[in-house]
């Protein structure tokens, strides 16, 4: 499974929700779709938007956990 890490990343860099949307223009509903890790795909622009935000890369911004297969 991917997960991804934007409210530990917003923690850290101490930004709400609301910041994150005034910073790469991307609707507050999208937003709280990923930080909740509701949704089952991400955008790349939507991505390039909020790895500029959050200054840091896709691997900062993404976790693989491997799924229990037995």
Same mark, same amino acid.
């Given at each position: 499974?991917? %997960?991804?890490?934007?409210? +530990?990343?917003? #923690? /850290?860099?101490?930004?709400?929700?609301?910041?994150?949307?005034?910073?790469?223009?991307?609707?507050?509903?999208?937003?709280? %779709?990923?930080?909740?890790? +509701?949704?089952? #795909? /991400?955008?790349?622009?939507?991505?390039?938007?909020?790895?500029?935000?959050?200054?840091?890369?896709?691997?900062?911004?993404?976790?693989?956990?491997?799924?229990?297969?037995?």
């Amino acid at each position: 499974m991917i %997960k991804n890490r934007l409210a +530990e990343l917003m #923690g /850290i860099k101490r930004l709400e929700r609301a910041d994150i949307a005034r910073m790469t223009g991307l609707q507050s509903k999208t937003i709280k %779709k990923i930080f909740y890790n +509701e949704t089952k #795909g /991400i955008d790349f622009d939507t991505l390039d938007k909020l790895c500029w935000a959050l200054e840091c890369n896709t691997q900062e911004l993404f976790r693989y956990i491997p799924d229990d297969l037995h």
